[in-house]
């Protein structure tokens, strides 16, 4: 391998094990409950914090809210919008707020936190989108390019954990 590709290489993992520190830094520093979502198309809960634990659960979904209750070392104890609980490595994890429509109706995104104001879009139960602005019962609500208002009591991963 020459030189240059080797200096490239290097470099990149190098940049790799940064991001990944840092990421899992950044949490490390929040002491739970608090939120987070799922970052990878596919993540393993476990039993107990270990790749030796078994595995109860394999999410496909990206951007799901998770609740982390508890820290242990890169290790995250977490409740699912279910309610079920284990452990997600946290190189799987984002602080990225999101959350999931709830209920068995479809939900209203409006042009404003107000419950007169116009409706813009239609979510349906299990819809997952990025929050903002929670604030006075709604959130800011964004999925798949398309926002607006939610009420709050139609989400899961609003509320102070």
């Not at 002491?31 to 914090?49: H, L, N, V």
């Not at 979904?61 to 070392?73: D, E, G, I, W």
């Not at 995250?76 to 994890?93: I, M, S």
């Not at 979510?123 to 959130?139: A, F």
Request: proline share 7%; hydrophobic share 35%.
């Amino acid at each position: 391998m020459a030189d240059e590709q080797r200096s490239i290489l290097v470099g990149g993992v190098i940049a790799l094990a940064l991001f990944g520190s840092a990421s899992a830094a950044g949490q490390a520093q929040r002491k739970p409950p608090y939120w987070a979502s799922i970052e990878e198309p596919e993540a393993r809960m476990r039993t107990g914090p270990s790749t030796e634990f078994p595995v109860t659960w394999v999410y496909k979904r990206q951007n799901l809210p998770v609740k982390v209750v508890a820290v242990h070392s890169v290790w995250r104890k977490v409740q699912d919008p279910d309610g079920d609980q284990g452990w997600l490595h946290v190189r799987l994890l984002s602080p990225k707020r999101t959350a999931i429509v709830v209920g068995k109706e479809v939900g209203a995104l409006r042009d404003a936190p107000d419950p007169s104001a116009h409706i813009s879009w239609r979510v349906e139960p299990g819809v997952v989108g990025v929050i903002e602005e929670c604030d006075k019962g709604y959130c800011r609500f964004e999925t798949e390019g398309r926002y607006g208002y939610i009420e709050t009591s139609r989400i899961w991963g609003d509320e102070a954990p």
